[in-house]
């Protein structure tokens, strides 16, 4: 179906953070297929760790036991705030399952009118009927209605409109500590520490979700670490797999302990396939120093594109994000789709997010030098599209 805007390029192979098309052009990937490579392409641990699984068992449904995904929910929970975890295959059925057990939680607590969900403007949770309630954004809602009701949109950041809409039908407030798809927008940390404040003060549920901000993308394993406050419940998709299809939702016990057999599911999620791909992930990402490396790694590119901005005021009009989840914002005179453009005419791929914000999010085994690569190309590519008075200015 004609659901994408496709770019006339396929690629054959891929190796680290590099991709070949077939007739031989190599591409630096900083989009990392929108922040889900988390090892880059190829990565010899989690092509084992896939290959292996397929040739024992890839699938045996929710019906048995599944040891790799006992593991991997041992040791999300004991690497989380999280007592419990549910295993389902995208970022939207884990918000779609969030959602879900929000509302069971208020529901088995003698309050089922609880059942509205605070979300923010900017926001992006996901394309089913609920996450795209939750993302509230028209464009994405057009021809689909009715919308589902249970969700109300806050300006993002706004404390006090946070405090004035929380009544006795609050149920949650669901916040990505990083707006991705909104245009790589971070939430203070005070702001996370606040709104963390207001679910305990009012009994309601602090609902984060970390699809895109989680395993390991902020130089930490989850984004809301940087504020030092935790959750209730989280979910998880993009990263955890490395490329593999996986979500999960992660909760504290008086959460998921409503979740009883029957009450909630999903026939692949957690799969032995699935979850042999994120106990691979997790052995990288847990490896000691390795998040550190991340972290290093992203101050120096965060260095590097703090440069590229004063050398393009044309065109950059700041950097904001965390980690390795950066935005270049862009100024009005040129557009993030053609910064894109420009960005795979250098051979660097990166993907647009909103308020024309160009996302780069490279896997996280990127090294320093290719960082550097990286920068060198943008350079070039901002010069591509600065506009001809700033060019001429420059001269
Ligand atoms: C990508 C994304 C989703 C949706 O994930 P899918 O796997 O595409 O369903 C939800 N929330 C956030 C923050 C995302 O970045």
Redesign the pocket.
Known sequence: MPTYNRADLAFERGEGAWLWTADGRRFLDFGSG???ASLGHAHPHLVQAIAEQAAKVMHTSNLYRIPQAERLAARLVETSFADSVFFC???????EGMIKAVRKYHAENGHPERNVTLCFEG??????LA?LAA?GNEKYLAGFGPAMPGFRHLPFGNMNAVRDAIDGTTAAILV?PI???GGVRPASLDFLRALRAACDEFGILLAL?????GMGRSGKLWAHQWAGIEPDVM?S??GIGGGF?L?AILAKEKVAKHLKAGTHGSTYGGNPLACAAGNAVLDVILAPGFLDNVDRVARHLWRGLLGLAERHPAVVEGVQGAGLLVGLKLTPEVTNGEAQNAAVAEGLLTVAAGMNVLRLAPPLIITEAEADEALGLLDRALLRITPSRAKEAAK
């Open positions: 929108i922040a889900t295959n995208s970022g939207a059925e884990a918000n926001a992006f949770h996901g394309r089913t996450t993302t990505e707006q991705g798809e979700d970390e699809v895109q901000t979910s998709a993009k299809p979500g």
